[in-house]
């Protein structure tokens, strides 16, 4: 199949109407959908530039790429203190994150969803917003985007740029429509040399090495305040199932039933809060004591006979990752590719993964080097192995002692990928 630029433009609009289908069918668990209609198709319209205040737009779809984007937001207001920033989002949780990256400068920091990829809907979202720079996170590739951009003369930028072998054998399916897109960045900057070479054969222009912007975040003090405080009162250790995906949560419950043990502490956290109810029906079928994270004010909460946490809430993970002895990552045991390693590895926890690591490919390969990362078949040898760490502290300790050092060794993707936008912005 392949798809050209021009008949790109005209399909999008066709599908539109299943686009509201979509939206509708996620506001069935996650009501949140519903909201901002008007941002999603053009409708309403989009926040202006103040007078005399240029503005610089980044795109975020989701949680992770959003709260990547803290450090490098940090170094814009420092290094442009005369521009504001256009924060922009495709789901309701993405911009739920936002909403904390506003707080660092709410004055000049705005929020909206993207439109669709709509020639329409860009063309209003771009001239009414007149960024003078646009940055997409990650593997966000719009085709539309890019190509109006270009028309107006607004440079875009891939940051923290990804590019897994299964995400470049999709783009190769539509390669005319993906390699002309590609060609509109004025810049590329790849979190890893296979990114860069994926990138490459896409048709980008030469892409710059700078790392993940995830090593460069830093967990909140209050997360941390809160979880050594709740550490004094638990009475067993802690393992984290940590932004877990549909289908393993049944796995986690299925070997608990066989390993639990009544000295630990587990502590289930789901990637999506539209899934809360559904895998606290697991745990209710299960018969493995569970209390809510939501109905915890504080560890006194916790019954003695409680042998799992379901982490309902939002916003915590540092929280949740600081709380932890060990962190078995979630989108792992599933083909989801992993979730963000990164994370408890930054507050010094040992992070074990299953199979499935192709979104974090060349982090976990890293980690398994420096030995803060090990990688099992199945959630069944993770947890056993999460029991065997526990039983030596002084095992334990080296891991994590390994963890903290392998976040803190690959810092840095933050200065390099604003060398490259000084270059572009001046």
Known sequence: MNISPRSYRYLVPALLPLAALYLLWRA????????????RFAWSDFPRPREARPVIWIHAVSVGETNATRPLVQAILKRWP?????????????REAGQRIVQLAPDRIRQCFLPYDAVYAVRKFLRQT?????????????????????????????VNG????????QAMRVPELMKKAMSRFVAVCAQADNDAKRFLKLGTVEPVLTGSLKFDIQAPKAALTKAAEWKKELLHPVVLFASTRDGEEALIVEALKKSIRPDVTYLLVPRHPQRFEEVESLLKDSAITYQKRSELKNPADIKS??????????????????????ALMGGSFKPFGCQNVIEPASVGVPVIVGPSTFNFSMVV???MQMGAITQVDNVESAIDL?????ES???????????????QTYVGATARTMKVLEGIVK
């Not at 646009?134 to 890019?146: Q, R």
């Not at 006979?305 to 060990?326: K, N, W």
């Open 365 to 367: 390969e890293k980690g």
């Open 162 to 169: 990804r590019l897994s072998e299964k995400s470049f054998k």
């Open 28 to 39: 069935r668990k996650q009501p949140s959908y519903l909201k901002n209609w008007g941002e």
């Open 130 to 158: 007149q960024p003078i720079l646009g940055l997409l996170m990650e593997t966000e590739v719009w085709p539309t985007v890019l190509e109006e951009a270009h028309s107006l003369g607004i440079p875009m930028v891939l």
């Open 386 to 390: 999460a029991h065997e760490w526990l």
């Open 82 to 94: 005369q521009c504001d920033i256009l924060l922009t989002h495709m789901t309701p949780t993405g």
């Open 393 to 407: 502290a002084q095992r334990l300790q080296e891991l994590k002692q390994k963890a903290l050092t392998f976040s």
């Open 305 to 326: 006979s409680t042998r799992v946490i379901l982490g309902d809430s939002m916003g915590e993970m540092f929280f949740y990752c600081a709380l932890a002895d060990v």
